[in-house]
């Protein structure tokens, strides 16, 4: 189970999102900075089918420790989802390969990054969305 500890900054309902995800794969860039939350139905994972793409609003944006970020996806696919500090460089990797149909989250936890600005790039079928997010210390 993903852990939501208070220190974290999770809105109520992001930190209830994140305790019903399932066992958190870590992929970091550098150092730990992202946590990948994806599953069953039960798990943060809509049974409704998406219409299209969709690189949904994080929460809480700004934030401090982490934030969740959510995604849908209309057809099973290879997705990327990375972050990247305003000079382009890739800062986490949080979402690489196979995705199955439906609304997902992940969890993106900042580490040892500095405030600032980063940018959320979605990458799937063709289709590329960015957002940005904002880290505060």
Do not use: W
Request: hydrophobic share 40%.
């Amino acid at each position: 189970r993903a852990l939501a500890p208070p220190e974290l900054g999770l809105s109520a309902e992001a930190a209830r999102a994140a305790e019903r995800s399932p066992v958190p794969v870590l992929r970091p860039v550098g150092d730990e900075t992202a946590v990948q939350t994806s599953g069953a139905a039960e798990a943060g994972v809509s049974a409704e089918v998406p219409s299209s793409f969709a690189l949904r609003e994080t929460a809480p944006n700004p934030f401090r420790t982490a934030t969740v970020i959510g995604y849908d996806v209309p057809e099973a696919t290879v997705l990327r989802i990375g972050v990247y500090d305003m000079l382009g460089r890739q800062v986490a990797q949080l979402v690489d390969g196979e995705v199955e149909v439906g609304s997902h989250t992940v969890r993106f936890v900042g580490g040892d990054l500095p405030s600032g600005t980063y940018v959320v790039r979605l990458e799937a079928g063709g289709i590329v969305q960015t957002q940005r997010v904002t880290l505060l210390r």
